[in-house]
Nanobody, 124 residues
Framework: QVQLVESGGGLVQAGGSLRLSCVVS????????MGWFRQAPGKEREFVAA????????TYVDSVKGRFTISRDNAKNTVYLQMNSLKPEDTAVYYC?????????????????WGQGIQVTVSS
C-alpha cells in the first residue's frame, strides 16, 4: 500500500518560515520524481515545485522562486519543501505528489500518487 504522509504545516506570520516533509512508503522512492502542489479555497490545484529522482534537477512556479526550496533524501524516503519569506497568498493546502519515471511532475494529471494534504496558513 502506497502512502505519502505530509507533516510540518501550520500557522505562521508573514515573513516566517515552515518546512514541510513528506514520508513515502510502499514504493521504490528513488525512481519516482517528487513534487509539491497546493490548493487555495476556491482555486484549482497548482504546481509549486518538483525534484528529479536523483535530486539533481529542480523546478519551481515563478511565484515561489527564491523563497522555496525542494529537496529529497532517498535514504529516508522523504521529500522536503523549505518555505521562507512566506506571504499570505501562500496560504493553501499543500500536497505531496509522486510521479513514476524520470520526467518531472508539473501538472496534476501527471501525478501517480498523492498525499492527503496539509494546511499552511500565513497571517498578515
Amino acid at each position: 500500500q502506497v502512502q505519502l504522509v505530509e507533516s510540518g504545516g501550520g500557522l505562521v506570520q508573514a515573513g516566517g518560515s515552515l518546512r514541510l516533509s513528506c514520508v513515502v512508503s510502499g514504493l521504490t522512492f528513488s525512481i519516482y520524481t517528487m513534487g509539491w502542489f497546493r490548493q487555495a479555497p476556491g482555486k484549482e490545484r497548482e504546481f509549486v515545485a518538483a525534484i528529479s529522482w536523483p535530486g539533481v534537477t529542480t523546478t519551481y512556479v515563478d511565484s515561489v522562486k527564491g523563497r522555496f526550496t525542494i529537496s529529497r533524501d532517498n535514504a529516508k524516503n522523504t521529500v522536503y519543501l523549505q518555505m521562507n519569506s512566506l506571504k499570505p497568498e501562500d496560504t493553501a493546502v499543500y500536497y505531496c505528489a509522486a510521479r513514476a519515471g524520470k520526467n518531472l511532475v508539473q501538472r496534476p494529471d501527471q501525478v501517480t500518487y498523492w498525499g492527503q494534504g496539509i494546511q499552511v496558513t500565513v497571517s498578515s
